[in-house]
């Protein structure tokens, strides 16, 4: 480009200077100022369109008004009514105890039988009556039961004998008796495993079954081995079992009880 041309040439043509201008690149570099133009102006167009057709379609469709639904409290006054409550029932009438015959108890006294004003009743009188200060008329006493002397009027606490109970401890209970600690413990530490050992038992496990009796005092009593091994087992679960000291007894009904206590005992002797 020529020296005259330059200040008065534009910034695409002195970088174009000498260079194919046909090729696209010039021809879309010189148009790009027109182009954005255009692109810009088209968008607004499209969006002033839509927003045109936006508000002419509220200015036309009026939403209906949307009901306020309230809701009403009755605030009326309620009477208070008393529930009425049925009569109670009257208590039943007591029954009046029957009387039992009863004949004045005479004084014996010797007198001649012209001097006799009242005699006295016959044995025959006397039969199923009661004899008493004076004479009440009344039922024969026959199967009636006669509260005995010292009951007023008929009415009060009899005292009775307790019936005694069989002495048997239970051999079955709600809940058995409890030894206090910790049982295991007990059993394992107290028991003496030389003992098969030192009377020449094998190799191998050896079970032994006890029963004792737990009283109402948790006192240990009738020690007895059910099921003895030998070899002096039977008589280390005994000694062990005596040595436990007091129980907590058994329990049936809510109340302690005498009762059956079985205990197994596995003594393992071990290969040397």
């Not at 009387?99 to 006799?116: A, G, H």
């Not at 070899?231 to 809510?254: H, L, T």
């Amino acid at each position: 480009m020529e020296t005259t041309k330059i200040l008065s040439a534009s910034f695409l043509d002195i970088l174009f200077d000498g260079r194919n201008k046909a090729y696209g690149a010039y021809e879309l570099r010189n148009t790009y100022n027109r182009r954005l133009v255009k692109a810009l102006g088209a968008t607004g167009l499209v969006i002033a369109t839509f927003m045109g057709a936006s508000a002419l379609r509220g200015a036309t469709s009026k939403k209906a008004p949307v009901p306020i639904i309230t809701t009403v409290v009755d605030l009326t006054e309620i009477k208070e009514t008393k529930k009425v409550e049925p009569p109670a029932p009257a208590p039943p009438k007591l029954q009046e105890p029957r009387k039992i015959e009863i004949k004045q108890f005479v004084v014996p006294k010797i007198v001649l039988d012209k001097d006799v004003v009242t005699p006295p009743p016959s044995q025959e009188d006397l039969t199923d009556v009661k004899i008493g200060l004076k004479d009440v008329e009344g039922v024969k006493m026959g199967d009636i039961a006669v509260p005995p002397e010292g009951v007023p009027d008929g009415r009060g606490v009899i005292e009775t004998k307790p019936v005694e109970k069989d002495d048997l401890p239970f051999t079955k209970v709600e809940k058995e008796a409890e030894y206090p600690g910790d049982w295991t413990r007990f059993l394992t530490t107290n028991l003496r495993g030389e003992v098969p050992v030192d009377n020449g038992a094998a190799p191998g496990n050896y079970r032994v079954l006890v029963q004792f009796v737990v009283d109402i005092n948790g006192a240990v009593s009738d020690i007895r081995v059910l099921k003895d091994p030998g070899f002096g087992m039977g008589a280390e679960a005994i000694r062990v079992i005596r040595k436990s000291g007091k129980w907590k007894p058994a329990v049936q009904n809510g109340n302690m009880v005498k009762a059956f206590r079985s205990q197994p005992i596995t003594f393992q002797v071990m290969e040397q």
